[in-house]
Nanobody
Framework: QVQLVESGGGLVQPGGSLRLSCAAS????????MYWVRRAPGKGLEWVSV????????MYADSVKGRFTISRDNAKNTLYLQMNSLQSEDTAVYYC???????????????WGQGTQVTVSS
């Protein structure tokens, strides 16, 4: 079955960096657009970033543009999110998610992981 397992979260000071990973299994990883989304305390789900099947197309929410970098290693079935210049507003549970359809981008997810907590605080 499809599994997405995030890791790499933690407590970091403002201005610091973290690299999140998402290990995927149970589906053909290189056929799906992949997403990072987050949920801050008391808020709804926020789209953070998306990457196409080959990794050559990436898009970001305005709130993270220039600070976060999404990437993927299709040989390792792993999705990444490099987060730099972290701010308190980035505190959230971060989830990786899989598009519901192969090849195309629908912005509709059918699976996501259990999430990894990122806390930015001094």
């Amino acid at each position: 079955q499809v599994q997405l397992v995030e890791s790499g979260g933690g407590l970091v000071q403002p201005g610091g960096s973290l690299r999140l990973s998402c290990a995927a299994s149970g589906f053909t990883f290189n056929m799906y657009w992949m997403y990072w989304v987050r949920r801050a305390p008391g808020k709804g789900l926020e789209w953070v970033s998306v990457i196409n099947i080959g990794g050559g197309i990436t898009m970001y929410a305005d709130s993270v543009k220039g600070r976060f970098t999404i990437s993927r290693d299709n040989a390792k079935n792993t999705l990444y999110l490099q987060m730099n210049s972290l701010q308190s507003e980035d505190t959230a549970v971060y989830y990786c998610a899989k598009d519901k359809r192969p090849i195309v981008r629908t912005d509709d997810y059918d699976y996501w992981g259990q999430g990894t907590q990122v806390t930015v605080s001094s």
